[in-house]
Nanobody
Framework: QVQLVESGGGLVQAGGSLSLSCAASVHPFSTYSMGWFRQAPGKEREFVAAISWGGGTTYYADSVKGRFIISRDNAKNTFYLQMNSLKPEDTAVYSC????????????????WGQGTQVTVSS
């Protein structure tokens, strides 16, 4: 049984920073890619960033490129999203997801999802 638990969301002013974490409970010796997605009110879920098992491959949505950084610590089965220069349009529920292959920017490629954490950026 895979479980993903996000933490680190909150309220921040525009231009500020937040760091999200996702702790994964997975079988030992599993290898997997991880992704972050977000969903704003009234909008569809969208891709934010993804990272391969070894961390050598990362993908970012154009809207966050240069501002967000995805990383992971496999020893802790935890991965992170550092969000800098936040904008009001970054306001959304952010969810982490696990892909047994990947990494991918496609929602359908992900097998497990966290419950999400709210990020609110005030102007």
């Amino acid at each position: 049984q895979v479980q993903l638990v996000e933490s680190g969301g909150g309220l921040v002013q525009a231009g500020g920073s937040l760091s999200l974490s996702c702790a994964a409970s997975v079988h030992p010796f599993s290898t997997y890619s991880m992704g972050w997605f977000r969903q704003a009110p009234g909008k569809e879920r969208e891709f934010v960033a993804a990272i391969s098992w070894g961390g050598g491959t990362t993908y970012y949505a154009d809207s966050v490129k240069g501002r967000f950084i995805i990383s992971r610590d496999n020893a802790k089965n935890t991965f992170y999203l550092q969000m800098n220069s936040l904008k009001p349009e970054d306001t959304a529920v952010y969810s982490c997801a696990l892909d047994w292959s990947g990494p991918s920017d496609r929602i359908d490629d992900y097998d497990y999802w966290g419950q999400g954490t709210q990020v609110t950026v005030s102007s």
